[in-house]
């Protein structure tokens, strides 16, 4: 009997992570002659961009990148950005 491959495993674990979240956070301690050196405390948050604003992460950078979004398709629209000046400066008038 051949173990089977489940092809629907890590979609469904990718959707749990990105719908609940996940922490990783680890401790190092690099020690040399029994004598502590350097300690390393990391933590990182993996999650959809949802689940980060719900919680407070990101929160900021997403008032930042939609601000960025509404300016241009504001001037999508037909309203001059700020680097579209026009045709004087090439001419060097």
Known sequence: ???SK????????LDVVLRDGAILRADVI???ADV????I????????METMT????????DARRRAAAVDRRQYDDGE????????ESENGE
Do not use: C, N, Q, R
């Open 36 to 39: 502590p050196l350097v300690g």
């Open 6 to 13: 489940d092809e629907d495993a890590l979609v469904d674990l």
């Open 80 to 87: 001059h950005g700020p680097l579209d000046v026009g045709d």
């Open 54 to 61: 719900e919680y407070g992460l990101f929160s900021e950078w």
């Open 1 to 3: 009997m051949k173990p």
């Open 41 to 48: 405390k990391l933590s990182a948050a993996i999650a959809g």
């Open 30 to 32: 690099v020690t040399v």
